[in-house]
Every structure is written in structure tokens, then in C-alpha cells.
T-cell receptor, first 111, second 113 residues
Framework: DQQVKQNSPSLSVQEGRISILNCDYT??????FLWYKKYPAEGPTFLIS?????DKNEDGRFTVFLNKSAKHLSLHIVPSQPGDSAVYFC??????????FGTGTSLTVIP | EAQVTQNPRYLITVTGKKLTVTCSQN?????MSWYRQDPGLGLRQIYY???????DKGDVPEGYKVSRKEKRNFPLILESPSPNQTSLYFC????????????FGQGTRLTVV
């Protein structure tokens, strides 16, 4: 049973526009969420995180939004750049427990 | 440079031939884990280790073994590989289990024929 879901396998966006990647979760005990970015032939690398006590966290061009009532989080990339083309995984955990990962969204930023 | 190192990067083997994928981290992290990535299934945890000599099963442990004799190393052992273990494997480490980021190795592409 997939506790973290990314329903869009792929997304294409024009360079300079906003990219919005979505993630839904089912476990109400999850209190920490992360986004990872993965390039081909490399391991995932940490991008940004958010605790359940917040509803927004921003780091440069990347912003993560958390809607606890809807059990939904999203990653906004503004402006999108060709180098952002990668697979993005969201992950969630309950304190002191393992992380559960989504299936990933492949983002393509078109120059 | 802080890193997680996996070896080998690519491996083709035959059914039943025991193999070991090594994983080493240089960040003195307590928590280490193994994942497999399959199309449409994302990253699924195989085994994890909270510290030396402390290991436990993740979501898909069948057919795998691990050991944690030293803090820096966490090898993944396939005693009798089968074709359904063909996958992309990642080792990861973090300072502790909880609200902290994980560092991943570059991955091992395993094919069992």
C-alpha cells in the first residue's frame, strides 16, 4: 500500500515558467517531508524539507507547501531552468520512523 | 568530501550466485539503509541499521541480508539472487533516524539472468 503518492509521472514546463510538483500522503502520523532530486546515473540528492508545524518553506527558487488537512504537499520551482530537468521524489516520515518515498515525477524544462 | 560510496555500479550475474554490494559512508552517520528502485514503485526500503550490530527489516527484505560490523560499512548480501531482484539499488545514510536528510550513494544497477 503506497503511503506516499505522486500521481503525475511526468511534467514538461517552459524555461522561466513555474513548475509545480505534487505529492499526496495517507498516513496522518507523518510529520516531516522532504523532496529529493535525481539525475540519471546518480543517487537522489536532498532538495528541501518541511516540518508539519509549518505550511511553507522556501529556499531560493524552491518552495514547498504543506496542506495537512488535505494531506498534500507541493514543490514549486520558480523560475524553472533546464538544469532542473530531473526526477523528483517526495518522501515522508513519522518521528523516529523510516521514510516512505513516492514513485517520482520526471520534470523536463524546455529551453 | 562527504559521501556514500557503493560498489559495484553495475553488475550482471546468474541466478543463484551469491553476491555482495558494498556501501561505505565517511560522515560518521548512525543510520544506514538500503533501497531498491523499480519502475512505477519508487524507492522501497529493504533493510536499515540504527547503529553497529543493530539491523532491521524494511518493506521488502525477502531474499536479502545485511550486516553492520562497523559504523561506516553496510553491505547488502544476496545469498541466492533471482531475476525478480533485478533492480537499481541505493544505499543511504543519515545522522540519525528521524527528521533529517539522507545522503544517497550513486546506485548499483543489478541484473540477474
Amino acid at each position: 500500500d503506497q503511503q506516499v503518492k505522486q500521481n503525475s509521472p511526468s511534467l514538461s514546463v517552459q524555461e522561466g515558467r513555474i513548475s509545480i510538483l505534487n505529492c499526496d500522503y495517507t498516513n496522518s502520523m507523518f510529520d516531516y517531508f522532504l523532496w529529493y532530486k535525481k539525475y540519471p546515473a546518480e543517487g537522489p540528492t536532498f532538495l528541501i524539507s518541511i516540518s508539519s508545524i509549518k505550511d511553507k518553506n522556501e529556499d531560493g527558487r524552491f518552495t514547498v507547501f504543506l496542506n495537512k488537512s488535505a494531506k498534500h504537499l507541493s514543490l514549486h520551482i520558480v523560475p524553472s531552468q533546464p538544469g532542473d530537468s530531473a526526477v523528483y521524489f517526495c518522501a515522508a516520515s513519522a518521528t523516529g520512523n523510516q521514510f516512505y518515498f513516492g514513485t517520482g515525477t520526471s520534470l523536463t524544462v524546455i529551453p | 568530501e562527504a559521501q556514500v560510496t557503493q560498489n559495484p555500479r553495475y553488475l550482471i550475474t546468474v541466478t543463484g550466485k551469491k553476491l555482495t554490494v558494498t556501501c561505505s559512508q565517511n560522515m560518521n552517520h548512525e543510520y544506514m539503509s538500503w533501497y531498491r528502485q523499480d519502475p512505477g514503485l519508487g524507492l522501497r526500503q529493504i533493510y536499515y541499521s540504527m547503529n553497529v550490530e543493530v539491523t532491521d527489516k524494511g518493506d521488502v527484505p525477502e531474499g536479502y541480508k545485511v550486516s553492520r560490523k562497523e559504523k561506516r560499512n553496510f553491505p547488502l548480501i544476496l545469498e541466492s539472487p533471482s531475476p525478480n531482484q533485478t533492480s537499481l539499488y541505493f544505499c543511504a545514510s543519515s545522522l540519525y533516524l528521524g527528521n533529517t536528510e539522507a545522503f544517497f550513494g550513486q546506485g548499483t544497477r543489478l541484473t540477474v539472468v
